[in-house]
Nanobody, 127 residues
Framework: QVQLVESGGGLVQPGASLTLSCAPSGADFSKDAMGWFRQRPGKERKFVAVISWNGETAFYADSVEGRFTITRDITNSTVYLQMNSLKPEDTAVYYC????????????????????WGQGTQVTVSS
């Protein structure tokens, strides 16, 4: 059974940091790109960050560039999202996802290009 299990969400104050993890299992994800998306209440799910299969290249949404960092453990394909300087507008359910396409074809922001999804983890930024 293929699973992507996110963890690390929680309630933090503005300006704080949080690290999310995504542990894939049940298939070989070593050649998959891995991405993070988020969904705010009443809004559509949106791209946050993506990392290449070898961990060497990453792309970010403009809203998180410079504050969030995506990394990857290539030994087990676990993916992390380090989130710094969190803002209330970062409040959302965060999802990780995998895609077999590389990240250089310009489609990595599209939800329909990802094959497997986790169940999501809630991040709340509030004072």
């Amino acid at each position: 059974q293929v699973q992507l299990v996110e963890s690390g969400g929680g309630l933090v104050q503005p300006g704080a940091s949080l690290t999310l993890s995504c542990a894939p299992s049940g298939a070989d994800f070593s050649k998959d790109a891995m991405g993070w998306f988020r969904q705010r209440p009443g809004k559509e799910r949106k791209f946050v960050a993506v990392i290449s299969w070898n961990g060497e290249t990453a792309f970010y949404a403009d809203s998180v560039e410079g504050r969030f960092t995506i990394t990857r453990d290539i030994t087990n394909s676990t993916v992390y999202l380090q989130m710094n300087s969190l803002k209330p507008e970062d409040t959302a359910v965060y999802y990780c996802a995998s895609r077999i396409l590389n990240i250089f074809d310009g489609t990595y922001r599209r939800i329909d290009t990802y094959q497997y999804w986790g169940q999501g983890t809630q991040v709340t930024v509030s004072s």
